[in-house]
C-alpha cells in the first residue's frame, strides 16, 4: 500500500477530495470470542479464478473466492502505479492471507474460515460498491460470518 505522500498529487488530490457515501446503521457489533469466530476475508486486490473473469478497473463488482481454491488458481486484476506487484509474485499472503488464516484456524486462534472470501477492485469510487457491499454484508449475514479481514492493497 502506497503512502499518501507518495502518490502523484492528482491521484492523491482524487484520493483526499473523495466524495464518500454515508452508510446508515451501526458500525460494529460484539461477536462471540476470536477463538469461536468464522472468519472471512475481504481483499481489494481484484483477485479472480484462473479459469474466471478479472475484475475490471474501477468495478463496483465483487467477486466470492472459495476458500478451497488452490493458491495456484488465484489472480490478480488490480492495478495501479502505487502498487509493487513483487510481494504478491512471491506470497500470495501478502493481499490474501489465506495460508495464514488456515494456521490460526490450526492452532485454535480463530474458530475456522469462511467457506467464501470476497474480493473488489481496489481505489474504485466507493459510490459504485454499495451494491456490492450490501450483497457482501447479506452473504456474512447468512453464512454466519462473525468476523471479515479487510486487507487492502
Known sequence: MARLE?????SRNGIVGADL??????????????????????STAALFPRSGEPLLHNSG??????????????????????????GWQRDINVA?????????ADEGV???????????MGATDPRKMLE??????????RDQIDSVLLCPV
Open 6 to 10: 507518495d502518490i502523484p498529487e492528482a
Open 21 to 42: 457515501p454515508s452508510i446508515e446503521g451501526e458500525p460494529f457489533v460484539e461477536g462471540p470470542p476470536l477463538s469461536e469466530r468464522k472468519i472471512a476475508i475481504l
Open 61 to 86: 463488482d465483487y467477486l466470492e473466492i472459495p476458500a478451497s481454491l488452490p493458491n495456484s488458481d488465484i489472480l490478480m486484476s488490480h492495478v495501479s502505479i502505487n502498487f509493487d506487484r513483487s
Open 96 to 104: 490474501y492471507p489465506i495460508d495464514r488464516m488456515r494456521e490460526l
Open 110 to 120: 480463530i474458530g475456522s474460515i469462511s467457506d467464501v472470501n470476497f474480493t473488489v
Open 132 to 141: 456490492s457491499v450490501e450483497n457482501i454484508a447479506a452473504r456474512v449475514k
